[in-house]
């Protein structure tokens, strides 16, 4: 049982190449989301799929865009990186997404570092 | 969401309890508490939540003002892997979690031996 797993770890980009940060859990979870994080900050809501099928802009969502590929995995892609979507990106997931509730307990992954040059 | 304040950090002796305060004022009578900590360039870790009673699990301890309007996290007994930073934050219960869960600035507690 893996959690909540990321890919790349860590990526250096040049301003406007493109990439794609998957992410994938293994809990059967509803929701998933994607946060950023910048140096010395707190987390922010980027994009979230509250269940398989759709999604839904967080705070932040310029920039970017997701694919929920299926209840396990969530993609979010970079379309033309610039020097500000530097940061570290985090994946969670939780239980709820269907008006349940539930405990709020979110999973997170081990963050993905990008870095835009 | 009500907005969170919490100290910008804190220091506690290793093996002593640290008490992390966190001020709600504007809380609503459906918003819960939670706590979450993010170990150094890890991905945040929940620890607790609770509504208005106080709440026990194996990390940590919550307690909740009668009025709402404030919280504190307990570790009982402090150890160099509780160094952190913790974040207290509310929500309404019943919506998705991620989309009303606002991550500010937090306590950065450092345990020293």
């Known amino acids: 049982n893996a959690g909540v797993t990321q890919n790349p770890k860590f990526q250096v980009l040049k301003t406007g190449q493109s990439m794609t940060l998957q992410c994938a859990q293994d809990m059967n979870h509803n929701s998933m989301y994607w946060y950023r994080q910048d140096p010395g900050m707190g987390l922010r809501l980027i994009y979230y799929s509250a269940s398989e099928g759709t999604t839904d802009k967080g705070e932040v969502p310029n920039g970017y865009n997701v694919s929920r590929l299926n209840k396990r995995e969530f993609s979010l892609r970079l379309e033309s990186a610039a020097p500000s979507q530097t940061s570290v990106y985090f994946c969670?997931?939780?239980?709820?997404?269907?008006?349940?509730?539930?405990?709020?307990?979110?999973?997170f992954g081990e963050g993905s570092r990008l870095t835009v040059l | 969401d009500a907005k969170t304040t919490q100290p910008t950090s804190m220091d506690c002796a290793e093996g002593r309890a640290a008490n992390l305060p966190c001020n709600h004022s504007?809380?609503?009578?459906?918003?819960?508490v939670y706590w979450y900590r993010q170990i150094h360039s890890q991905g945040p870790q929940y620890i607790i939540h609770g509504l208005k009673n106080n709440e026990t699990n194996e990390m940590a301890s919550l307690i909740i003002t009668e009025d709402r309007k404030s919280s504190t996290l307990i570790l009982p007994h402090a150890t160099l892997r509780d160094t952190a930073v913790y974040y207290c934050?509310?929500?309404?219960?019943?919506?998705?979690?991620?989309?009303?869960?606002?991550f500010g600035g937090g306590t950065r507690l450092m345990v020293k031996p």
């Open positions: 969670a997931s939780s239980v709820e997404g269907e008006g349940r509730y539930g405990t709020g307990e979110l999973f």
């Open positions: 504007t809380i609503s009578g459906n918003e819960y």
């Open positions: 934050i509310v929500r309404v219960a019943g919506v998705n979690a991620g989309n009303m869960l606002t």
